[in-house]
């Protein structure tokens, strides 16, 4: 029987994967690309939010990095509720936010090893090089992925793979080793190099760091989810509906069990309208202002407090009373307040 | 109505227009669903249809007009053109023979 030639390459667009692609391609190596989709991409927010500021879209990396080198490519949707188990609970820890990056890359893997083996690959490969992130791509680490995804020896970093011990794909030949290379360390200089030697022209940049999970201000408004259904005396749990949440508007804690979503622009405005469902709609009635949702069970001085919030980011913010409608359903009250004028109070809610 | 420029090697220039696009075999509605979501359900759609056969892919997200035309050059598919139409855009791909 012939030996399989095909392998599983996991892209994210950038440079380092876009060039262990061209270096596996080029090893007449039939090669199918994933990208996962965990629903923290910071540049797919962006484009939900209607591009850049000066009114561009970014464009989709792993796609452009696919077609640059004509390979096929899927898309996997990991943003389902194991992959917000595995982030709420990570056997191997947070990095210095709320990116369990060890975890995510395992639980990615064992995705892509599913994937190998519905294909008939013969092995999985990335763009990972050896010494570049301090928690994901450290020795110890690279091995503990390997190991706990279950492609032990399945899994070719062809950035790196003469600084770590052969692969089986390595050792049957079927990757020949000596045309992957040593590079370590967190320096672009090599792949800038070896970019211009394959004729690899676009990448973006700066390079990496696209998920929402290694921001600061994300990861505060995070751990508050968890925080405060924990406080609530719910289970520390985290679900799809949060995750376009935590990524749009100002957010204000009120209670433990009341928060508070301010939207900033029109586009997060129209955002917020699709998650009113279960939430408390608020908007300023006579005069322009922001929509905003409370999420959770607020007690009366809660919600006309969240209504003076509201009033303060309007054009109402000046006016000695403003009217905001609050919805909930069928159900729609007024509270005529007014604006909230202690910015140092508003501070000590804000969250991120 | 705009076209958005066609993938290398298609239809070429602003000249063909949606009313010129062939009849698809299978139209796909995505309104609503954002990047990458669209052409998730555009993968799932092609797989089903026979070789030379069009497909409508229907979306409200804008970034189809330069995510589609990549996936077509990826995936060797043919990007006949996208078409914004009112509020949302219309995709036109052949699937190409393997």
Known sequence: MERPTKAIAMISGGLDSTLALALVKAQGIEVKAINFYTGFCITETQRRKGGRPDGTIPQNEALRAAADLEVDIE??????????????????????????????RIFMMRRAREIMEAEGAAFVFTGEVLGQRPKSQRRDTLRIIERDSGLDGRLLRPLSAKLLP????????????????????????????????????DWPQPAGGCCYLTDES??????????????????????????????????????????????????????????????????????????????????????VLAARIVARYGKGKDLPRVVVEWREGDLVESYEVEPERDEARIERMRVG | MRACPPAEGSLKGDAVTLAAMPQPAETIDTSGRLCPFPIVETAKAVRRLADGAVLLVIATDPGIAIDMPMWCKATRNEHLGTYQDGAAWKSFVRKGRR
């Not at chain 1, 949707?77 to 990056?101: F, I, Q, R, T």
């Not at chain 1, 967190?186 to 800038?192: A, F, N, P, Y």
């Not at chain 1, 985290?238 to 433990?256: A, E, K, Q, Y």
Request: proline residues 5%; glycine residues 8%; aromatic residues 6%.
């Open chain 1, 166 to 201: 052969p692969t089986i794909p390595e050792r049957e030949g079927i990757v020949d080793r000596e045309r992957l290379l040593d590079i370590s360390g967190r320096s672009r200089q090599r792949q800038m190099e070896l970019a211009r030697a394959l004729g690899v022209t």
């Open chain 1, 218 to 303: 994300f990861s505060k408004k995070f751990f508050d989810v968890l925080d405060a259904r924990e406080a609530a005396g719910e289970e520390r749990r985290i679900v799809r509906d949060d995750v376009v949440l935590l990524s749009t508007g100002r957010h204000f804690r009120l209670s433990p069990r009341a928060k508070l979503v301010v939207g900033r622009t029109e586009v997060e405005n129209a955002l917020l309208e699709h998650h009113v469902v279960g939430r408390a709609r608020l908007e300023a009635r006579d005069v322009l202002g922001p929509v905003a949702l409370v999420d959770g069970v607020p007690t009366w001085e809660e919600r």
């Open chain 1, 75 to 104: 898309y996997v949707d990991l943003s389902e509720s194991g992959y917000l188990d595995m982030l709420v609970h990570p056997k191997y820890g947070y990095g210095a936010n709320a990116n369990p990056c060890v975890d995510c």
